[in-house]
């Protein structure tokens, strides 16, 4: 079965510290994988994709994202996380083939320390 | 560009009555549209996507006499809420996809928060 799992609830570090965000994926054809912020008040915001290519995708804010298939791993990462930056994180797979739709993991909350 | 709104942004309705929300895609066309539903602390389920000029494809366990969409025109979508009750009380966000393929990026809306008396 397609599934995204995101095995964080909430995670919490200081202003300047670095951040990595979880997720893994199962499906059984080429993933479309995709990165959302969703702050209160505004729609989700893409924040980086990938289907092929670079393995290492950059997007914006300063986020980047790697995408290991042996893991079936697609980790969101920025080096030096800001105050603004505290929001929900979801990880997404778009599936290639039959119906196309998007599959969320449960989100990743992120709280950010002065 | 690649605006996504929704309206109303909130809304309180009595047991029994029917509310209508609105999708509109700004600046762009929307070939396809697809409207979730989040619970709190959950994440987003898909409950049904829409192709302009056809009907709504719903997903399992959705029922389509409840949550009636339509996709009229490339630029509206629309989802009624029928006869709701306070179950139905949730977030529902709507994206837009200008295209039908994996490779056409969904862009969200801001969600419209439903509570149900």
């Known amino acids: 079965a397609q599934s995204v799992t995101q095995p964080d609830i909430h995670i919490t570090v200081s202003e300047g510290a670095s951040l990595e965000l979880r997720c893994n994926y199962s499906y059984g054809a080429t993933p479309y994988l995709f990165w959302y912020v969703q702050s209160p008040g505004q729609g989700l915001q893409l924040l980086l994709k990938y289907f092929s290519g670079d393995t290492l995708v950059q997007g914006i804010k300063g986020f980047e994202a790697e995408f290991k298939r042996s893991q079936s791993s697609f980790n969101l990462r920025k080096p030096s996380v800001h105050w603004s930056d505290a929001a929900e994180y979801f990880c997404?797979?778009?599936?290639?083939?039959?119906?196309?739709?998007?599959?969320f993991g449960t989100g990743t909350r992120l709280k950010v320390l002065a | 560009g690649a605006v996504v709104s929704q309206h109303p942004s909130w809304v309180i309705c009595k047991s029994g009555t029917s509310v209508k929300i609105e999708c509109r895609s700004l600046?762009?066309?929307?070939?396809?549209m697809f409207w979730y539903r989040q619970f709190p602390k959950q994440s987003l389920m898909l409950m049904a996507t829409?192709?302009?000029?056809?009907?709504?494809?719903?997903e399992q366990g959705v029922e389509k006499d409840k949550f009636l969409i339509n996709h009229a025109s490339l630029t509206l979508s629309t989802l009624t809420v029928t006869s709701a009750h306070p179950e139905d009380s949730s977030f529902y966000i709507c994206?837009?996809?200008?295209?039908?393929?994996?490779?056409?990026?969904?862009?969200f809306g801001p969600g419209t928060r439903l509570t149900v008396l």
């Open positions: 994206s837009a996809s200008s295209g039908r393929v994996y490779t056409d990026t969904q862009y």
């Open positions: 600046d762009f066309q929307a070939t396809t």
């Open positions: 829409s192709n302009e000029g056809s009907k709504a494809t719903y």
């Open positions: 997404a797979v778009g599936t290639t083939s039959g119906t196309y739709k998007y599959i």
